[in-house]
């Protein structure tokens, strides 16, 4: 087999085993009230429930072209008077297929995509008759691009998801969304939508706040929303309601401020390494003149070249590990090994103990009993989950009922009696080993035999932890990221006598929980923060060797979703320095610990930065605390840059070397999801190949030519 043929080997195997679940465009016919006529109502839907949701490929588009076609000879011939588009329950359409996406092989083939999905949209912007999209549910992407080329939307306000993530994934909205978008809502709230939302974690709009930007014009609650939506769309029809939207400045300054704005943002989020926000900025500026057939030209030309760029690649990539991979983790035991979990009990009431509480008592619904060592701080701990969900309740996130049936599943003492018939007991006391096993054979002499033992801890030997249990095998590493409920990721931990069945459940409890579960191997730190702790040991390094912590910090735009001395402050110094201690005792040859980070911690600081106007300025007090090197080295970002990825290169070839996960996709489906490492990137191993590192550093690639970059 040639050189070629081996690196088309993975593309040319996803083509094969490719086959596209089609989303159906079944059309019926209503009678709208009022003598307004016939409107043919479109359903989005792919035959599945709302856990597969609808997405466009090429047989869908290709659908979707011959029912606008049928539309049209209908509207010509003065059967319907209007025409509307809604999804199946839960969803209206989350955007193009990306797994068709991907299989584009030249240029020409994805100029061909980009070109399909405008002219189907085209299509229902030139029907003859008014037309309206229904935005019932979750739509991203072309889901959202497809209810702009209606005249009119109404959007539900228990939609959860509203976005154009495309710039996250390294695309732009391709399909009308640069174009569209600006011109309807102007281009500060456009930029929202296509550059801050994305930029920001992929940031999404809930349906009320879509509407108060103005990409709905109605808005209706979800019990009758098709309902009241048809009504609505009746008297627009007949004409006894106009709709009326601001008009968009056509000022050359006002779209030169929202621009330089969102390229600002861009240049902090990705430090000019992803061309495709910078497309998305070039195609919006253009919008303010451009015709609709130039607009959309110039978004078929920036869509060919993105989707043969490796950024995209590796978006791609990011997407399948969060969407398949974490559904089915590797290495996990078999399922039916899984206990039923029935109660739970949480050692600890502080924050993360009561944010646990929470997660436990909400995505579980089973009874959550929190211990601590006296009434106060049970009493807060418990107080602090009654708030959330009163926040919730306030919010409308939960009714009346399920808010009181949450309270009542949490409750506090300070006595562990209470985890006599729990099936599942969790620490989240203070991270020291002689505490973690007093706890542990304080709960041991309490629980039953067959209770799961699992502890939070972020660095320390589970092994260790239960070497002096009667029970060690029912031990495991359960390690959340803060905060809680926003970071996907839960590192299970196998312990060296943790068995199966333990693993099992630990698994499938993550899994209620509704996190992303990686297994890791017993090991200092375990996957992301003994790859934070190699990665900000060595930014410390730089600029205790001399370098100025602002040029350091510049050095990570478009690696890490935060400068790293940004986000010391939200880790906190402490924790970071505890963190790097324990890597550094492991592992002295290759760990730091910073002598200026042991002052900042012992000063009590809490952050490098300070926040004046909002914008972040480093402490002078924390300044004058840290030692001025006699010869200092000052590097550039770039050099800055190159020293750090070679040693996270180094550092991830030694625990794939020593099994601490289970493949590199496991290395980068950990730093994407637990420490915000971004999708064009594909988290850490496609940026280090792409940019030559793996192979200068380790002597070869982590991932094959073609799995997270662009098939030869």
């Keep these: 087999m040639s050189t070629d043929t081996q690196q088309q080997a993975p593309a040319d195997k996803a083509a094969q085993g490719f086959e596209e679940v089609v989303t159906h465009t079944p059309v019926r016919d209503i009678?709208?009230?009022?003598?307004?006529?016939?409107?043919?109502?479109?359903?989005?839907?792919?035959?599945?429930?709302?856990?597969?949701?609808?997405?466009?490929?090429?047989?869908?588009?290709?659908?979707?072209?011959?029912?606008?076609?049928?539309?049209?000879?209908?509207?010509?011939?003065?059967?319907?008077?209007?025409?509307?588009?809604?999804?199946?329950?839960?969803?209206?359409?989350?955007?193009?297929?990306?797994?068709?996406?991907?299989?584009?092989?030249?240029?020409?083939?994805?100029?061909?995509?980009?070109?399909?999905?405008?002219?189907?949209?085209?299509?229902?912007?030139?029907?003859?008759?008014?037309?309206?999209?229904?935005?019932?549910?979750?739509?991203?992407?072309?889901?959202?691009?497809i209810a702009l080329s209606a005249d009119y939307?109404?959007?539900?306000?228990?939609?959860?998801?509203?976005?154009?993530?495309?710039?996250?994934?390294?695309?732009?909205?391709?399909?009308?969304?640069?174009?569209?978008?600006?011109?309807?809502?102007?281009?500060?709230?456009?930029?929202?939508?296509?550059?801050?939302?994305?930029?920001?974690?992929?940031?999404?709009?809930?349906?009320?706040?879509?509407?108060?930007?103005?990409?709905?014009?109605?808005?209706?609650?979800?019990?009758?929303?098709?309902?009241?939506?048809?009504?609505?769309?009746?008297?627009?029809?007949?004409?006894?309601?106009?709709?009326?939207?601001?008009?968009?400045?056509?000022?050359?300054?006002?779209?030169?401020?929202?621009?330089?704005?969102?390229?600002?943002?861009?240049?902090?989020?990705?430090?000019?390494?992803?061309?495709?926000?910078?497309?998305?900025?070039?195609?919006?500026?253009?919008?303010?003149?451009?015709?609709?057939?130039?607009?959309?030209?110039?978004?078929?030309?920036?869509?060919?070249?993105?989707?043969?760029?490796?950024?995209?690649?590796?978006?791609?990539?990011?997407?399948?590990?969060?969407?398949?991979?974490?559904?089915?983790?590797a290495g996990a035991p078999d399922k039916s090994l899984a206990r039923k979990v029935t109660k739970v009990g949480i050692v600890g009431a502080g924050l993360m103990a009561s944010q646990l509480a929470l997660l436990f008592a909400k995505n579980l619904e089973v009874p959550v009993v929190m211990t601590d060592l006296d009434e106060e701080r049970v009493a807060k701990g418990v107080g602090y989950v009654h708030g959330e969900v009163d926040k919730l309740l306030a919010k409308g996130r939960l009714g009346n009922d399920k808010a009181n049936r949450l309270k009542g599943l949490v409750t506090g003492s300070t006595s562990k009696d209470g985890f006599a018939d729990a099936d599942f007991v969790l620490e989240a006391v203070f991270e020291e080993m002689s505490v973690k096993k007093q706890v542990w054979a304080e709960v041991e002499a309490i629980v039953g035999e067959e209770c799961v033992l699992a502890t939070n801890t972020s660095s320390l030997s589970i092994t260790e932890m239960a070497s002096e249990l009667e029970h060690p095998e029912r031990v495991v590493g359960f390690h959340f990221f803060n905060p809680v409920a926003v970071m996907p990721l839960l590192e299970i931990i196998k312990g060296e006598q943790t068995d199966d069945a333990t693993l099992a459940t630990a698994f499938a409890t993550g899994k209620g929980l509704k996190k992303t579960t990686i297994l890791v191997k017993d090991s200092p730190s375990f996957i992301v923060n003994r790859l934070l702790g190699r990665f900000m040991g060595e930014v410390a390094r730089v600029v205790d060797e001399g370098t100025p912590i602002e040029v350091a910090d510049r050095a990570f735009a478009g690696l890490a979703p935060m400068p790293p001395f940004i986000l010391l402050g939200l880790v906190g110094p402490a924790i970071a320095l505890h963190n790097n201690e324990t890597l550094a005792k492991a592992f002295p040859d290759r760990f730091y610990v910073s002598e200026n980070l042991r002052k900042v911690v012992a000063a009590k600081k809490p952050a490098i930065y300070t926040w004046p106007e909002g914008k972040p300025v480093v402490d002078p007090e924390v300044e004058a605390l840290f030692d001025k090197p006699a010869d200092p080295v000052v590097l550039t970002t770039e050099e800055v840059r190159e020293r750090v990825l070679g040693v996270l290169a180094d550092e991830a070839r030694r625990m794939l070397d020593e099994g601490v996960a289970q493949a590199p996709m496991d290395l980068d489906l950990a730093m994407i999801t637990g420490a915000g490492f971004q999708f064009w990137n594909g988290g850490l191993t496609p940026l280090l190949d792409r940019e030559g590192v793996s192979e200068k550093v380790t002597g070869k690639r982590f991932l094959p030519p073609g799995v997270a970059s662009v098939p030869a």
């Design 31 to 145: 009678t709208l009230p009022g003598g307004a006529g016939t409107l043919a109502l479109v359903t989005l839907d792919n035959g599945f429930d709302h856990s597969k949701p609808n997405t466009f490929g090429p047989k869908t588009i290709e659908g979707l072209v011959a029912t606008v076609a049928q539309l049209r000879r209908r509207a010509d011939a003065g059967e319907i008077q209007a025409v509307g588009i809604t999804g199946k329950p839960f969803i209206f359409a989350v955007g193009a297929d990306l797994k068709a996406v991907g299989l584009a092989r030249t240029r020409e083939d994805a100029l061909g995509v980009a070109r399909a999905g405008h002219a189907a949209f085209a299509g229902i912007m030139d029907l003859p008759v008014p037309t309206f999209a229904f935005v019932n549910g979750a739509a991203m992407g072309g889901g959202v691009e």
């Design 153 to 329: 939307r109404t959007i539900s306000s228990g939609v959860p998801a509203l976005a154009l993530p495309e710039t996250f994934l390294g695309l732009v909205p391709g399909w009308g969304g640069c174009w569209l978008l600006p011109n309807l809502v102007g281009p500060a709230n456009a930029l929202k939508v296509i550059i801050d939302n994305p930029m920001n974690m992929n940031r999404m709009l809930k349906g009320p706040q879509a509407f108060e930007l103005g990409i709905a014009d109605a808005m209706f609650e979800p019990a009758d929303f098709l309902e009241e939506s048809l009504l609505w769309a009746a008297k627009v029809v007949s004409g006894e309601t106009t709709v009326e939207r601001p008009e968009v400045s056509r000022d050359e300054a006002e779209w030169a401020a929202a621009l330089k704005a969102a390229r600002g943002v861009v240049d902090l989020k990705t430090g000019g390494k992803s061309p495709a926000p910078y497309r998305a900025l070039e195609l919006v500026e253009a919008a303010r003149t451009a015709t609709r057939d130039e607009g959309f030209a110039a978004e078929d030309e920036a869509l060919a070249d993105l989707v043969m760029g490796d950024e995209l690649r590796a978006g791609l990539y990011s997407f399948d590990l969060v969407q398949r991979r974490a559904k089915r983790p």
